[in-house]
């Protein structure tokens, strides 16, 4: 088994504890400690708990972001692939609440955490943005909706999702979170967008 690098042993533990605990009350001496570092050693990487605090946040940003990256191309059952996708995204995103509710919760104090994380929303809306065009190239979704607006209806749906669970700690909307109820979902969503035959 490879050893993990001191960067990264850092960041592990200062994601986990500053979840688990909030910024304020986790201790660059508490995150050293997980770390199995010295708390020098700590600042000679990262320099102050603020500037650690937006790396982590970078790290995990960049990790979402590279996973949606790819495109998907439609192959004419709407269902099934939008229930994939958004079973996919919500996974992922639901995966990071704690750290999604942290972040909201010290954007008063660190503004810039938004120009740290909006690169994640938006590459998710340009890949579903990318999925409707040749949707409607293939002649399988309506031409009169915009495909942006469809991306972000959808991808709406799935950010109550996270929002909701974050803040209250399941989702109080939807008792059925499983791909179930995301195809359930997909099929409404579907038969809003989906090209009649006439």
Do not use: C, W
């Amino acid at each position: 088994m490879a050893k993990t690098d001191t960067k990264t042993q850092i960041l592990d533990a200062a994601l986990e504890l500053i979840s688990q605990d909030g910024l304020k009350a986790t201790t660059t001496k508490a995150i050293a400690e997980k770390a199995s570092v010295n708390e020098v050693t700590l600042f000679r990487h990262f320099e102050s708990k603020e500037k650690l605090f937006l790396a982590v946040i970078d790290r995990e940003a960049m990790v979402r972001f590279e996973i949606i990256q790819h495109e998907i191309e439609p192959s004419g059952d709407l269902v099934n692939e939008l229930t994939m996708i958004g079973s996919f995204m919500s996974r992922g995103m639901l995966g990071k609440a704690n750290f999604f509710k942290l972040m909201v919760m010290e954007v008063n104090r660190y503004p810039e955490i938004f120009d740290h994380i909006g690169a994640v929303p938006m590459a998710a809306i340009d890949m579903l943005e990318k999925y409707f065009d040749k949707a409607k190239t293939m002649g399988i979704v309506r031409n009169d909706v915009d495909s942006e607006i469809m991306a972000i209806a959808f991808f709406s749906y799935l950010f109550r999702i996270l929002v909701t669970t974050a803040f209250l700690g399941d989702d109080i909307f939807m008792k059925n979170r499983t791909d179930d109820g995301m195809r359930q979902f997909a099929e409404i969503f579907v038969n809003g967008v989906a090209k009649r035959s006439d």
